[in-house]
């Protein structure tokens, strides 16, 4: 049976009903009436070619390559979904003579998959290469390749309140300003925060943890993180609004000397640690800690401790969060028992972290032209498709987000929690 390009793309997709493909030659297969993807260059082919799986697909998409007939560049959400549903894999053996002969006579290669320009720079992907996993120097690279995309970018895309991690929703209609808000005062409540107390808040993005803290419980509070753009911004942000006991630095949280703070607080860092360096944070958090004093860790989990780990093939792991990690809710407090932090409770905040997900669509959808304008379209879509995927991912169960509250119990036994929990 000799195949058109279009039919041999449609046979790695496993032959969905209801969608279509149109390749550069003009072949077509499938329903053409239904959802349409056009590969519209040999350069598409190539991709999808190299790495049948996602990563194909995504790269392909990402450089233009390949599209689908009224697709959101914002917000793919729908077009997710439909994908989620596709069995891509390659045809069985007897089929890929065909297959290979079919993409070579239209001018793919199958060996040399082509570079993206847009995207594999030498300042941003390669340079991951440098230092050990997981050493200060890389993982500065990783968190300036998330992070310091531009103040402004990320302005228009999370919206005033420059929170980028999972919100707590108080009521259905809440506004994404009103559950970022609610989610600090949640933390806040969680570690017991009281006028004089001192906050440690690891990974602290662009200070609103920090902030809210200072502004509404009266401790002082200081916040680390590895990205400068962040730091800047805090920095800004703290000195206008005038809060006295407020810091934010530039700098490892590794190289946070002071010690007996009551609280520390860790919102959305343990993803970038990696899993066998657990022990060690968990071990460097406690030591900041005053005996009975509490923390709080807020992350992105599997659902499931079999889950297979991140390869650096997918997409996320490739164009997002370089060297992320994650792990199953039991491991975290696993590990925070080893080293002697007693765990109080655990929450998981799930179907909560869809809707800021969507919500950040929505405002990317909103200021398509300018964060294009000002992040490069290459980057634009990357957080496009990422938030989709997130959004879908949380909603079905695929990933999760725990908080886990421990205390700093003393060798007397004595941890300075309630009988029951007072922050309900």
């Keep these: 049976m000799t195949r058109s390009v279009a039919q041999a793309i449609h046979s790695v997709l496993g032959e969905p009903p209801e969608v279509g493909v149109i390749a550069h030659d003009g072949s077509t297969a499938g329903d053409l009436g239904g959802t349409v993807m056009r590969l519209r260059t040999p350069r598409a082919l190539s991709y999808i070619a190299s790495h049948p799986g996602q990563l194909g697909f995504a790269r392909a998409y990402l450089q233009g390559d390949l599209s689908i007939d009224g697709m959101d560049e914002a917000c793919p959400y729908d077009e997710l979904r439909l994908m989620e ?4 894999r390659l045809p069985p053996v007897r089929e890929l003579p065909e297959l290979v002969r079919v993409l070579r006579e239209s001018g793919v290669s199958l060996t040399q998959p082509p570079p993206l320009p847009d995207l594999e720079t030498p300042g941003e992907l390669r340079k991951l290469a440098h230092g050990i996993r997981h050493g200060r120097r890389r993982d500065a690279e990783a968190i300036q390749h998330h992070y310091d995309v531009s103040n402004r970018f990320y302005e ?24 970022q808000e609610e989610k600090y005062e949640l933390v806040c409540r969680k570690l017991g925060l009281r006028p004089g107390m001192r906050l440690l808040d690891v990974g602290c993005g662009w200070g609103g943890m920090v902030r809210h803290a200072v502004r509404h419980h009266g401790v002082s509070a200081l916040g680390v993180t590895l990205s400068r753009a962040q730091a800047t911004w805090a920095q800004e942000r703290i000195a206008s609004e005038g809060l006295t006991g407020a810091e934010v630095r530039h700098a490892d949280y590794r190289d946070v000397t002071e010690r007996g703070f009551d609280a520390v607080s860790s919102i959305g860092l343990t993803e970038h640690i990696g899993v066998r360096n657990y022990g060690s944070y968990f071990t460097f958090l406690r030591d900041r800690l005053r005996d009975g004093g509490r923390l709080l860790n807020h992350c992105i989990t599997w659902r499931s401790p079999d889950h297979v780990p991140m390869r650096r093939g997918d997409f996320v792991a490739r164009y997002v969060f370089p060297d992320g990690e994650l792990a199953a809710s039991g491991r975290i407090v696993t590990e925070m028992e080893r080293v002697g932090l007693e765990v109080q409770h655990q929450e998981n905040l799930r179907p909560h972290y869809a809707r800021p997900c969507g919500a950040w669509c929505e405002n990317l959808s909103a200021h398509w032209e300018e964060c294009v304008a000002e992040a490069g379209l290459a980057t634009a879509r990357v957080w496009g498709l990422y938030l989709a995927g ?5 909603e079905r169960n695929s990933v999760q987000l725990h908080q886990v509250l421990a205390t700093r119990t003393s060798a007397e036994g004595e941890s300075g929690y309630p009988l029951r929990p007072d922050f309900a």
Excluded at 390 to 394: A, I, K, P
């Design 85 to 88: 549903g596709f069995d891509v």
């Design 390 to 394: 997130s959004r879908y991912n949380f």
């Design 156 to 179: 228009m895309l999370l919206g005033p309140s420059m929170t980028y991690t999972c919100a707590v929703y108080p009521r259905p209609d809440a506004t994404l300003e009103e559950a």
